[in-house]
């Protein structure tokens, strides 16, 4: 379906690539919904550039005139490097395969940081906390296959809020309370480094499973996210209970960390695919009690609040569209 452009940019294509599933939407006109939407596995392709160009022949789209790229990496040049896929490119390159005018590629944090102050109050959840403060900074964090963090700074001539670019989930994790850091200490002889993104993502909750399981003197096999997750929301597998426990316990802490750097006293969203699906078990988790433990910031901390992302994965590809509205730097 090849719908007319009234406006230069127009029609844009918008994408939001993660470490498991890619997804794809198109805008046609200023200000304008997002429209045909795609969701494919990263792994069913060769490249970024196959899946689009997938995307755009099952959809029946033509040619997009620019396009915004939210990817699950951090962006330091020209050249390309998932951290948790196969998938490497040239934004040059691509830029000229697919003929746009313009293409923009970003963090995708750093997209859906750029969502977050529009989103509705139905796409949020708020777990604990105040009320957010007007201009103040807002943080993100978001356990997927990876962790992601980001935020919203003031700028200092007063043009709104500023998308940071950081690879916040790759910080050493640690945790005063002695069972986690039993825990993390079984990871560090794992891995050598301990990240937050070891304990915290979807690898993260498997790690979490089969340390916590070594560290209770219990022998279990390896089970992936989604099976760890069900059995603990079912309460029909201990160690499973428990290592949902741990990973709530530690984004608190994490998130509370990232709270207290950027000052977020606009508040703190939690992202990523696997939060949301926790429900009323992440609300009533040790996650506002790890956020607030930081000694004699607890008060500081309580009076901020936290939201849970319902739809992170919308966002992030309305925040794409929104890096082209604000004409980020390529």
């Known amino acids: 379906m090849n719908l007319p452009s009234t406006a230069a940019g127009y029609p844009r294509l918008l994408a939001d690539v993660g470490g498991t599933n890619v997804r794809f939407a198109s805008q046609f006109i200023a200000n ?3 429209q045909q939407t795609g969701v494919y596995a990263c792994a069913d392709f060769e490249s970024l550039c196959d899946a689009i160009c997938h995307h755009l022949w099952r959809e029946g789209l033509g040619r ?12 330091t040049g020209d050249h390309v490097r998932m951290t948790n896929h196969r998938w490497t490119f040239s934004i040059k390159a691509m830029q000229e395969a697919l003929g746009l005018q313009r293409l923009l590629v970003l963090n995708d944090f750093s997209a859906l940081a750029l969502a977050l102050p529009t989103l509705h109050a139905d796409a949020r959840c ?10 103040a900074p807002i943080a ?6 990876g962790l992601g963090v980001s935020g919203l700074l003031p700028s200092i001539d007063g043009g709104g809020l500023v998308p940071l670019g950081g690879e916040g989930g790759h910080v050493t994790l640690s945790s005063c309370d002695p069972e986690e850091q039993a825990v993390l200490n079984i990871l560090h002889r794992r891995f050598g480094h301990v990240s937050a993104e070891r304990a915290l993502s979807g690898p993260g909750l498997e790690n979490l499973y089969l340390a916590l399981a070594q560290v209770q003197g219990h022998k279990v096999e390896a089970l992936q996210a989604q099976q760890v997750t069900a059995a603990a929301l079912a309460r029909s597998d201990r160690i499973a209970d428990g290592a949902l426990d741990l990973f709530c316990s530690l984004l608190g802490g994490a998130a509370g960390n990232l709270a207290l750097t950027l000052g977020a006293r606009g508040g703190v969203y939690i992202g990523g695919g696997i939060v949301p699906r926790l429900g009323l078990r992440f609300a009533e988790s040790k996650f506002r009690q790890s956020f607030e433990a930081k000694g004699r910031f607890r008060a500081y901390l309580s009076e ?5 992302v319902q739809a992170s994965e919308q966002a992030a590809l309305q925040g794409a569209c929104r890096a082209l509205d604000v004409g980020m730097p390529h």
């Open 304 to 308: 901020i609040p936290s939201y849970v």
């Open 32 to 34: 304008g919904p997002l």
């Open 126 to 135: 708020q777990v604990g906390g105040g009320v957010a403060v007007a201009g």
């Open 140 to 145: 993100l964090i978001g356990p997927g296959t």
């Open 64 to 75: 997009p005139r620019s396009g915004a790229i939210g990817i699950a990496t951090p962006i």
